[in-house]
């Protein structure tokens, strides 16, 4: 749209995004994070704080244990950082992981994992002993 009807970069206004949109999209970004959730998880919670362009969020989750929590910790701020910043068009300089409750998952029981080590030979007759 050339010409005299063209507006202004400046003049053309702005797109505001919602605090609380901001916020669905981060607490499914932590469920995306996490899935599948343990058995009993309540849904990931936000609370974000839009200022300009940047969003600063907190995540509240609950997560699987035993496991490397860190891990998860680490997945759920890339996901949230990465879906917010796509989404919205906004940079996450941060992303506060809170973990509000573990939940303890089944052990595989020893009878069912198999021993450490290489898997035992098994000997095969040669065609040349077939009688």
């Known amino acids: 749209m050339q010409g005299q009807d063209a507006v202004e970069p400046a003049e053309r206004g702005s797109t505001r995004i919602a605090d609380r949109v901001v916020a669905k999209i981060a607490a499914q970004a932590a469920r995306e994070a996490i899935a599948p959730p343990p058995r009993g998880a309540r849904a990931p919670r936000t609370a974000v704080s839009v200022n300009g362009d940047r969003a600063r969020v907190r995540v509240s989750v609950e997560l699987a244990y035993p496991g490397h929590l860190g891990a998860q910790c680490g997945a759920v701020r890339h996901r949230v950082a990465a879906r917010v910043g796509d989404l919205a ?43």
């Open 89 to 131: 068009g906004m940079r996450v300089p941060e992303v506060a992981v809170q973990v509000e409750r573990l939940h303890l998952t089944p052990r595989p029981s020893p009878a069912s994992v198999p021993p450490a080590g290489p898997p035992p030979e098994v000997e095969t007759p040669s065609p040349e002993a077939a009688p």
